[in-house]
């Protein structure tokens, strides 16, 4: 099956970008969900192995794994045609990686979008 890395259609989310099976991932929720949670869901979606740490009184995925790494959090915001990535997460420290993003691109199925990394 081809690698393709779903968007979507407008609004505000949180995402975490994650290198696993040398491949860049995006996982996204809406941006009322914390970004331990989508970690969590994506790795245990795909059945891949983490181990948990405490951060700030919850129990959060590692941010690297024997399968997996995480290299960098924040917001997308869609709206039209224009997708812009931003911000970062107070859990992990760490913000949205311009590189990750730019790996990714490939494996968006629409080649128009205009990517704004912040």
């Given at each position: 099956m081809?690698?393709?890395?779903?968007?979507?259609?407008?609004?505000?989310?949180?995402?975490?970008q994650?290198?696993?099976?040398?491949?860049p991932?995006l996982?996204?929720?809406?941006i009322g969900?914390?970004?331990r949670?989508i970690?969590?869901?994506?790795l245990?979606?795909r059945?891949?192995?983490?181990?948990?740490i405490e951060?700030m009184?919850?129990?959060?995925p590692?941010?690297?794994?024997?399968?997996?790494e995480?290299?960098?959090?924040?917001e997308?915001?869609?709206?039209?045609?224009?997708?812009?990535f931003?911000?970062?997460?107070?859990d992990?420290?760490?913000?949205i990686?311009?590189?990750h993003?730019?790996?990714?691109?490939p494996?968006?199925?629409?080649?128009t979008?205009e990517?704004i990394?912040?």
């Amino acid at each position: 099956m081809e690698h393709v890395i779903e968007l979507p259609e407008s609004g505000y989310y949180k995402v975490v970008q994650i290198l696993a099976g040398g491949l860049p991932h995006l996982p996204f929720n809406y941006i009322g969900h914390y970004h331990r949670d989508i970690l969590r869901k994506f790795l245990e979606g795909r059945k891949i192995p983490f181990e948990t740490i405490e951060i700030m009184g919850k129990n959060c995925p590692v941010s690297k794994g024997a399968e997996y790494e995480v290299v960098g959090m924040g917001e997308l915001i869609r709206k039209d045609n224009k997708i812009s990535f931003s911000g970062d997460s107070m859990d992990y420290s760490m913000g949205i990686n311009p590189e990750h993003i730019e790996k990714c691109k490939p494996y968006f199925t629409d080649k128009t979008l205009e990517i704004i990394v912040k």
